[in-house]
């Protein structure tokens, strides 16, 4: 029988995840039976979201179980199948990252298109992160010709693609991010039109009003939000009136035990009739096909930069999800995992 590795919540932290609230658990894996489809997980990727679910509180998505292993999106190929739909060879997206190989039922897995784009873009421009950044802009944000758009954590996984989408469709667009390298990915690589360190700026509100002005507007018209506190409160300082705010994450406020004390200036919601409008991607899958269709294009264009940074090894995930919040990632973060 085959053995697999998974890495399990063992207990829920309070405030920063410490090493001893996961444990790396072997497993046996039988041959899959009728119904059940055997896949080794070639890539899987870590996000923010998993923070929420690894504590038990109420949330649009149920937290993780004990002594089980975590769930994450991820891409791999079908070994054995018990089900008529599948294949070995097959590659296919499931929400059952955080393991090796495993038996899953054919209706938790989708096939996706080997040859249609790189394996890992099924995880970031043309997966849940492509969806994230494109319902946000379109559809919540109602991106409009014209519009100056703000996105911060811009250099992460949600906030690389939401930089491209709004340049691609022909807007300028200030970006913010955490230290000189990253500026300078969203520059070189993303083209954005202004790059603000955050952790440089004594105050975040100055350094938005400086590369607005620099770009030559008079405001922001959109802000994608994944940061919340200080940088929400910039956007709403430097809104302009009837601006249009996607509030798709507050990562600022995920480890923070004390209650938030930013944004101070709320009141500018009502005197710039601002629409401020939080959102979660699940909730838009029917925006997926369109999405899919417009990556597709971009990439075969040289368009979408694919944004990643790689770790090796089921035993480098957790080093993988600390990343996200130690800032030591660029991009989509995934474990390459064979
Ligand atoms: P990222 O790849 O962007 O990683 C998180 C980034 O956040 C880090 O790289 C870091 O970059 C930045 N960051 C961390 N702590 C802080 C802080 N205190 N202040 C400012 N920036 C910080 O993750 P994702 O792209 O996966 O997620 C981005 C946001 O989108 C998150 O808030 C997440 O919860 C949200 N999200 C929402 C979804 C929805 O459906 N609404 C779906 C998916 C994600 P830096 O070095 O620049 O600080």
New binding site residues.
């Given amino acids: 029988m085959m053995e697999s590795r998974e890495i399990q919540l063992k207990r829920r932290p309070v405030g920063t995840p410490a090493a001893d609230d996961f444990a790396m658990v072997e497993v046996p894996v039988p041959a899959p039976a009728a119904g059940e489809v055997q896949v080794r997980n070639l890539w899987m990727a870590v ?3 998993m923070r ?1 679910r690894m504590s038990d509180a109420k949330s649009y998505i149920p937290p993780f179980e004990l002594d089980a292993p975590m769930e994450g999106p991820a891409i791999g190929e079908v070994l054995a199948s018990g089900d008529p739909g599948f294949a070995p060879g097959d590659l296919v997206f499931s929400r059952l990252g955080w393991r090796e190989v495993f038996n899953a039922p054919a209706s938790m897995l989708q096939q996706r298109d080997r040859k249609a784009l790189p394996t890992q873009a099924w995880l970031c421009f043309a997966g ?2 492509g969806l ?1 950044a494109y319902a ?1 802009l379109i559809r919540i944000a109602t991106l409009k010709p014209g519009d100056v758009v703000f996105v ?9 693609i939401a930089c491209q989408i709004a340049r691609n469709l022909g807007h300028k667009v200030i970006g ?4 000189a390298e ?1 500026t300078a990915f969203l520059r070189d690589v993303l083209n954005v039109d202004a790059a603000i360190d ?2 440089a700026e004594p105050s975040l509100t100055k350094a938005l009003a400086r590369e607005v002005k620099a770009i030559g507007a008079s405001g922001i018209d959109v802000y994608f939000d ?6 929400l409160q910039a956007a709403l300082a430097l809104a302009n009136n009837f601006a249009r705010f996607a ?6 406020q ?1 480890n923070v035990t004390d209650a938030p004390t930013v944004p101070r200036n709320l009141t500018m919601l009502m005197t710039k009739r601002i629409r401020m409008e ?5 909730d838009h899958m029917d925006l997926e096909a369109a999405m899919v269709a417009q990556m597709t294009g971009w990439n075969a264009a040289g368009e979408m930069a694919s944004a990643e940074t790689v770790y090796d090894g089921i035993e480098r995930a957790l080093d993988a999800f600390h ?11 995934m474990v390459r995992l064979a």
């Fill in positions: 996000d923010p979201a929420g849940m992160p994230t946000g911060s954590a811009a250099s992460g996984a949600v906030g690389s913010s991010a955490g230290g990253k955050y952790k994944n940061v919340g506190g200080d940088h509030i798709c994450g507050m990562i600022s995920y939080g959102y979660i991607a699940l990343g996200l919040f130690t800032g030591a990632n660029i991009g989509r973060t």
